[in-house]
């Protein structure tokens, strides 16, 4: 029971990454920015947490379900592999949605031609 969260973690990042190779958004369509946006990314908040860890704001909390591991004080192995997560799952909504509002004005000019 001990790794079900980061076992759910690394399922929602499979996830993630099929979606994104199946319409080409992140990964798929630019490997090497999307590496440099996701390293980015992930430094950027591991950096908050371990200011908020240093401030005393963030604490590890208990739970059954998360591995108990710690890569650093209040720091659980989970953390990083979340922040991953939630990188990705941010650009791949980000680059899906983008994709998505670029054919709305292509497809009313289409429309309206043939309503014409």
Not at 1 to 16: K, R
Not at 39 to 54: K, S
Not at 74 to 97: D, K, Q, S, W
């Amino acid at each position: 029971m001990g790794v079900l969260y980061l076992a759910s973690l690394l399922f929602g990042i499979s996830c993630m990454l099929l979606l994104d190779h199946r319409f080409r958004l992140f990964f798929w369509h630019d490997a090497k920015a999307a590496a440099m946006v996701t390293a980015v990314g992930v430094l950027f908040f591991l950096g908050w947490d371990a200011a908020g860890i240093g401030l005393g704001i963030f604490l590890r909390g208990e739970g059954t379900i998360a591995t108990g591991l710690l890569i650093a004080p209040e720091l659980p192995i989970e953390e990083p592999v979340f922040l991953l997560f939630l990188t990705l799952c941010t650009m791949v909504l980000y680059t899906g949605a983008r994709r998505l509002l670029e054919r709305l004005p292509a497809r009313q000019a289409e429309r309206e031609r043939e309503n014409a």
